[in-house]
């Protein structure tokens, strides 16, 4: 089970970090990611991190250099800190894992279990 929090209303240029609380069989996770969605829109890649061993990231071009995921092994959970953020990053976002090395991160498809999305809003 996944319950991700944090997300608010914030200023443009503000930042905001989000968490991701993993609970259950959280042993089995392979990697871990998030993903925003706005209303009308599918859902796109954001980060995703590995659990396991390396804990290697990617992230998408509209949001390197400005988010970065990380991971709390003791706690089982995952952030999200955001940076500068921009009006267009608000969306809906959303948490998930997987249990094994899909080789497509970048996609819904990659994962199996998701987390019940919190909502970010940035203000111009």
């Known amino acids: 089970q996944l319950q991700a929090s944090g997300g608010g209303l914030v200023q443009a240029g503000g930042s905001l970090r989000l968490s991701c609380a993993a609970s259950g069989r959280t042993f089995s996770f392979y990697r871990m990611g998030w993903f925003r969605q706005t209303p009308g829109k599918e859902r796109e890649f954001v980060a995703t991190?590995?659990?396991?061993?390396?804990?290697?990231?990617s992230y998408a071009a509209s949001v390197k250099g400005r988010f970065t995921i990380s991971r709390d092994s003791a706690k089982n959970t995952v952030y999200l800190q955001m940076n500068s953020l921009k009006p267009e990053d608000t969306a809906v976002y959303y948490c998930a894992a997987a249990q094994t090395d899909s080789g497509i991160y970048w996609t819904t498809g990659g994962y199996s279990d998701w987390g019940q999305g919190t909502l970010v809003t940035v203000s111009s």
């Open positions: 991190i590995i659990i396991r061993s390396s804990g290697g990231t």
